[in-house]
Nanobody, 124 residues
Framework: QVQLVESGGGLVQAGGSLSLSCAASGRTFSTYAMGWFRQAPGKEREFVAAISGYGGTTYYADSVKGRFTISRENAKSTVYLQMNSLKNEDTAVYYC?????????????????WGQGTQVTVSS
């Protein structure tokens, strides 16, 4: 089992930037892919980005491609999400998640451990 703790959410104006972090513990960090998901009020939790165990491959939702960057620092067991050019529609609770393997997916059922979530609010 993996324990995940997110940090870095907050309030930002549209067009601004925010960086999220997620610290992991419990399993060898480099052996599994990591993902970021988000959930806006009244909506399903949706995929944002994923990264392979050694960070060589990344995968983004079309809605964030070119604006968000996922990265990881295995020595610190931490995954990051750099969010630039934020839009009102990016407002949501953001969750990091650990995959069951090094397989990246947008399917949340393939992620077995989740953080508690961090609120990101983008204002006009």
């Amino acid at each position: 089992q993996v324990q995940l703790v997110e940090s870095g959410g907050g309030l930002v104006q549209a067009g601004g930037s925010l960086s999220l972090s997620c610290a992991a513990s419990g399993r060898t960090f480099s052996t599994y892919a990591m993902g970021w998901f988000r959930q806006a009020p009244g909506k399903e939790r949706e995929f944002v980005a994923a990264i392979s165990g050694y960070g060589g491959t990344t995968y983004y939702a079309d809605s964030v491609k070119g604006r968000f960057t996922i990265s990881r620092e295995n020595a610190k067991s931490t995954v990051y999400l750099q969010m630039n050019s934020l839009k009102n529609e990016d407002t949501a609770v953001y969750y990091c998640a650990a995959s069951v393997s090094d397989y990246m997916s947008r399917n949340r059922d393939l992620y077995h451990s989740w953080g508690q979530g961090t609120q990101v609010t983008v204002s006009s």
